[in-house]
Every structure is written in structure tokens, then in C-alpha cells.
């Protein structure tokens, strides 16, 4: 890899990835005006690795996977960057190249398998109809292996339950059977778009454990993502906080989330409960909505909700977007924020708030 894609959209490339998303735009034309859902993303992933993207809603996290399953392709969207799986380059294949490889290399669990999935056609024909688009195989072994897969997600009498339709499944069976469709061509990279929002939380923790077991068993790459930082802390290996089309924070899991250096990212650890399960921490809802993706003000995106401006000084924070540069406590973590001493800022003023049974007298 040459030395520029090495620092394309600020964020390093790991060499040997097997998944490097370089400077990734994803801008779609309105009548309103250019909406830049995503701008200029970058990350890398292994095989047998998770990446945890989380981020509010509205803030990329979709648009930018559905770009890796080429998704956008024939609407309103104009991609660019690269997209290298496996060092090919997915947004500059053909359309039909595309087509072979999604499914097979790159699959997706989408946030909401009600609407996934055809009401119309047993859960068992969809998962078959997946292997079959991929594999020159009969109806019959295609029937094998789709129980199969039924019966290694969980399903019970799967052999039976092939036969019944969509409805006819739980919420839980339900993300069970998408999981089984998106595997069954072992594909080597599963991206799961919250797939487990709407489950309660027993199903929620059955599910997690699920996709840990079947990536150990693939070796696959996944992506997940979620507004969940409780999913993020059991699941992932790096972490990418997304805000309004960007990363503002990338690193390994374990440095985002004890030593957070974005204001952003303090505000989700905020507004989240149970993560220290400690009893005095205070739930601090993050102010004010993100901006419009349609104008984007000059400065920090985050500034008309941040409550650190005073501190960076001038008027940065108002007129210069902060780049993706290393975090103060090194490896590979880095932050797009003007603040000098985060770190500092994180330990005396965060921290005390939202995990007080962390702080030494
Ligand atoms: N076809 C489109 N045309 C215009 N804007 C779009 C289009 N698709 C998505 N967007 C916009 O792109 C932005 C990012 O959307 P995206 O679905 O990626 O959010 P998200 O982070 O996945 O949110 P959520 O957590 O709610 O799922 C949103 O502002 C959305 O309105
Ligand atoms: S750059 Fe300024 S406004 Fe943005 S997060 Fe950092 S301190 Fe807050
Ligand atoms: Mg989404």
C-alpha cells in the first residue's frame, strides 16, 4: 500500500487488513441540497475481529455499511473513497461483480428483520433462496443446509420450523433466522446493523453469544452496529464513534471506553446506565440535537452542544473542524477534538460523574 492511502482520511492504515475503508463519502443529492450522510470515513478490520460503530441516530452509521454492501448503488447517492475487502476495491467493481460478492463475501443483518424478511415466503425458502443464489445446488441440499443452519443458530426443531413463515417467529427466532441467512455462505464479513435493539435482554445476551460463537467458528470480520456501549463493551475490539458522518473517536475498545479523550464520546458514556453498575453514577442526557447534514457549521461539529468550548480558547471550536489525530494516551486511539489535556478533563471532571466508584479519594 502506498504511503498516501496510508494516511488517507487521517487514520492510519494497519497493514494487512482485511477490511480498509479509506476517506469514505457517501453524499446524496435532495431537492433541499447535498446531504452528507457520510464524509470521509476511515477504518480498518481484521479477520476475526469486531468493529463496534456506535453514534446517535441519524449520525452515518447505516448509510456508510450499506455503501460496503453496495447498496447505493442506482439511487440518489455519489460515493467515493475506496473500499477495500481483501485489497478489492468494492465501490469500483462492476455492478454484477457486486452482486456475486454480496451475499457470499459481505452480508448484512439488517436493523429490523420483520421488514427484511418476505412475509409472503416461508423462513425456510428465504435462507435457502440466499444459498442458492451463490451455490449450484439442488433444492434438496439447499433444504439440508438451510436446517442446518436453523439448527446451529438455535432454532428448535428446525427441521419443522423451516416450513413456517416469517410471523410465525418470534422477534428473537427472528434475528436467529436472519443470522442463519446472512452465514450461510460464510461470508467474511458480517455486518449486523442492531441486531438486537429490539430484543429484551436475555434474547439480546443469546444473540451476542451467538455471533461470537459463529465468528470463531468462520473467522469472520464483523461489523456491529449500535447505540448500545453496553453491546460495544462485550462484543467489540475497536471502537469507532460516529458523529454526523464522521469518526470523532477510533481505537481499541478497552482505551474508548476507560479512557475516552472526545467530549461526544463522554456525553454517550453519560446517557448510558450499568456501565460501572455503580449506584451514585448520574444518567446526563447529551444536550440539543446534532446539526443539519445539509449545511454542516465550519468548526467542530459538536460545538453548539459542547460543554468544553471555553476551555480550547478563540474561537477554534466555532471555525475549525479538529482532524483525526492521535489520542494523548498513544497506540492507536485517536480523537477529533481541539481540547489540549482530555485526558486531564476526562479524569477530574467526567469520570467523578459517571463512575464515582472508579475515582480514588
Ligand atoms: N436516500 C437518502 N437521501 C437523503 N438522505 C438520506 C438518505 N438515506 C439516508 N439519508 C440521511 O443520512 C443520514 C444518516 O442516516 P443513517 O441511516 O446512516 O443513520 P444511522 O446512524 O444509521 O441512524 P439510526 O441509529 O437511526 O439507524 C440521515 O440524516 C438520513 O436522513
Ligand atoms: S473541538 Fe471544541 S467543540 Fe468540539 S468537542 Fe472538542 S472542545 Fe468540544
Ligand atoms: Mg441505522
Sequence with gaps: MSDVSNTLGGTPTKDGAFLSVRDLKVHFTTSDGIVKATDGLSFDLERGKTLGIVGESGSGKSVSSSAIMGLHRGTNAKLSGEILLDGVDLL??????????????????????????????????????????HNDVTKREARKRAIEMLDRVGIPQPDRRVDDYPHQFSGGMRQRAMIAMGLINNPSLLIADEPTTALDVTVQAQILDLLQDLQRDFDAAIIIITHDLGVVAEMADDVLVMYAGRAVEYGPGKEILTHPE??????????????????????????????????????CPFEPRCDHVAKVGGDLCKTVLPELTPARSGGNHTKRCHLENPDEVYEAEILPEIAPDLVED
Excluded: C
Excluded at 105 to 126: E, K, R
Excluded at 265 to 288: M, N, Q, Y
Design 262 to 299: 472526545m467530549p461526544y464520546t463522554w456525553g454517550l458514556l453519560s446517557s448510558v446506565p450499568d456501565l460501572t453498575a455503580s449506584t451514585e453514577a448520574k444518567l446526563i442526557p447529551i444536550r440539543g440535537n446534532p446539526p443539519s447534514l445539509l449545511n454542516p457549521p465550519p468548526g
Design 92 to 133: 469500483h467493481v462492476s455492478d454484477e461483480e457486486m452482486r456475486k460478492r454480496r451475499g457470499r463475501d459481505v452480508a448484512m443483518i439488517f436493523q429490523d428483520p420483520l421488514s427484511a424478511m418476505h412475509p409472503y415466503y416461508t423462513v425456510g425458502n428465504q435462507i435457502m433462496e440466499a444459498y442458492q443464489v
